[in-house]
Nanobody, 118 residues
């Protein structure tokens, strides 16, 4: 089992930045991938980014490419999402997730709210 706890959400003006963190605990030594997703009211959950836990290979959705950066600190079992040039449409609950073997999340955090004001 892996437990995930997000933090770092909040209220920010358009054009601003936020850095989300996701602390992982439990069987983190066997993780293959970690992810960031978001869900806005009335919309489906949206994939944002993925990182290979061992080698750090990254992948981004077109909607955030160039504005968001995923990274991880293996020693601290922590995942990050640096979000720059935020827009009101980035307002959502942001979730981290983890996969232990395949490219498919097995575990989810509880989410952290990000609100971008215009």
């Amino acid at each position: 089992q892996v437990q995930l706890v997000e933090s770092g959400g909040g209220l920010v003006q358009a054009g601003g930045s936020l850095r989300l963190s996701c602390a992982a605990s439990g069987r983190t030594f066997s993780l293959a991938y970690m992810y960031w997703f978001r869900k806005a009211p009335g919309k489906e959950r949206e994939f944002l980014s993925r990182i290979g836990w061992k080698f750090g290979t990254t992948y981004y959705a077109d909607s955030v490419k160039g504005r968001f950066t995923i990274s991880r600190d293996n020693a601290k079992n922590t995942l990050f999402l640096q979000m720059n040039s935020l827009k009101p449409e980035d307002t959502a609950v942001y979730y981290c997730a983890a996969a232990q073997q395949f490219d498919r999340p097995d575990y989810w955090g509880q989410g952290t709210q990000v609100t971008v004001s215009s």
